[in-house]
Structures are given as structure tokens and as C-alpha cells.
């Protein structure tokens, strides 16, 4: 194919990245605050991410809470609560939500969030310094974000 065909450039675009998974596990640990559940990240040979998951419990119904992703300092590098659109159910749990972001990636970029900020896309099983938050007014929790 010419290297200008749009096709040739398309499969040249693929496989940039390594496909890999993350998760975010809200068990009983202190850190979980009252929620537990499970949040996952799977990364595609592009670099965009989809976040999916569910909670069982921990929520108020009651309130609006927001999704964060945010490094080892506290400050956000995301706000994924539009995007995931959780849906709280009326036994405080959740019901399971997706979404494809084509902006955060795990490992990918320099900006991965599992790299913080030191490149260690080799290492079989690491926590990066990113954690995902869950927060209202009255209650918060950050997990670390861990492959």
C-alpha cells in the first residue's frame, strides 16, 4: 500500500500501545470509606481507556457524588462523573456503568496514569501514584489504581 493511503495509516496507528488492565478495589479497608465494589480500567492498542465497574453498597441515594482521577498530591487529573454516569440504586449500591475514554490512557503516554511519572510499562504488577476517588459532601474514598 503507499504510505499515504489512509488504510496504510490507519494499521500504522494500531498496536502503539500495550493492551493492558487496571482495577480500583473498594474492599473493607479504611481507605474504601463506606463504599465497596470494584472499578476496572482496560487500556486498547490505541491508548484510550474504558472504566467499568459496580458497587454493592455505600451510597445515599440521597446525594450526588463525583468520580475522580487524581495523582499522589490530591489534585485531579480527571473528572470522569459525567462520562461513567453512575447510577445509584435505592439499596446504595450502584448499577454497573462503562465508558470508553479516548483522553486518560494507563500506560501509553507519558501522562499514563499507572506511570507516575516514571516509565515502568515493563513491570509486570505495579500501583501507580493515581488513585480513583468517590466523594460527596459528607463522605470520601480513594483507591489506588493498580495493574
Do not use: W
Request: glycine letters at 10%; proline letters at 3%; a negative charge.
Amino acid at each position: 500500500m503507499p504510505a499515504n493511503d489512509k488504510l496504510a495509516d490507519l494499521f500504522y496507528k494500531r498496536n502503539n500501545c500495550q493492551c493492558i488492565t487496571a482495577f480500583s478495589d473498594f474492599d473493607s479497608s479504611p481507605s474504601s470509606g463506606p463504599f465497596r465494589g470494584f472499578v476496572a480500567f482496560g487500556q486498547d492498542d490505541n491508548g484510550s481507556t474504558t472504566i467499568f465497574g459496580a458497587f454493592n453498597r455505600g451510597f445515599d441515594p440521597n446525594c450526588t457524588y463525583e468520580f475522580l482521577i487524581e495523582d499522589g498530591h490530591n489534585r485531579v487529573l480527571y473528572n470522569i462523573t459525567e462520562g461513567l454516569n453512575v447510577q445509584i440504586t435505592n439499596d446504595g449500591g450502584t448499577k454497573a456503568f462503562t465508558h470508553k475514554f479516548n483522553n486518560i490512557n494507563l500506560n501509553c503516554h507519558s501522562n499514563g496514569i499507572l506511570l507516575g511519572g516514571h516509565n515502568l510499562r515493563d513491570d509486570p504488577s505495579y500501583c501507580g501514584n493515581s488513585k480513583l476517588v468517590v466523594r460527596t459532601n459528607n463522605q470520601h474514598a480513594a483507591k489506588q489504581i493498580c495493574n
